[in-house]
């Protein structure tokens, strides 16, 4: 009798072992789930940047990685400049966001719809100093002045009156930053 109490707990226990062990198991999770999209472009097109690049007429103005930066933005009273965005990964290499994804995407998805999920968000600066351009129109510049290293997202700072402002900027991804920089963009504007 007493073998058959201690055969009979031996077996309560593998059982409670068995059961707690179970949820940790392959099975079939969220990854790997039938039902699930895995087509969801909201998953697939995330942006994980560290740090972000701003260029005037192609050349590097401003940079800022992990909470350290470079640079200014300058404009000058009545004028504006195009300035373009490339964010940095954790090694510091260019990106624009929405392309790597494109590379390493096995679906025929169309890239028109990657372009539009990414949007700066610029915020925090004095308007009386700069107007932001967002929507920035290049019927006012000329095409063959762009090479396809400046492709990306970019945006337009009209001087307005003399002074010093910053800018916040976000990597927006529909209705969320993806990304926000540490430390404000200075802009003087002469």
Partial sequence: MHTYFLGREISRILLIAIVAVLPF???????HNPITDDH??????HADADGFVLKVDG??????FEGEHKGELTVTVGE?????????DDHEHEFHPGEEEDEDDDHDHEN???ELVYAIGLSEYDDTIIEIHLDHDDEDHDDE?????????????????AGNTEIK?????????DYTAALLIPVTVE
């Fill in 25 to 31: 198991m392959g099975g079939c999770g969220e990854d």
């Fill in 112 to 114: 028109e719809e990657t």
């Fill in 145 to 161: 002045d762009h090479d396809d290293e400046d492709a990306g997202l970019s945006f337009g700072v009209e001087g307005i009156s």
């Fill in 40 to 45: 969801d472009e909201e998953e697939i097109m």
């Fill in 80 to 88: 504006e400049i195009e300035v373009q965005v490339s964010f940095l």
């Fill in 59 to 64: 050349n590097q103005v401003y940079r800022q």
């Fill in 169 to 177: 900027l976000q990597l927006l991804h529909g209705d969320h930053p």
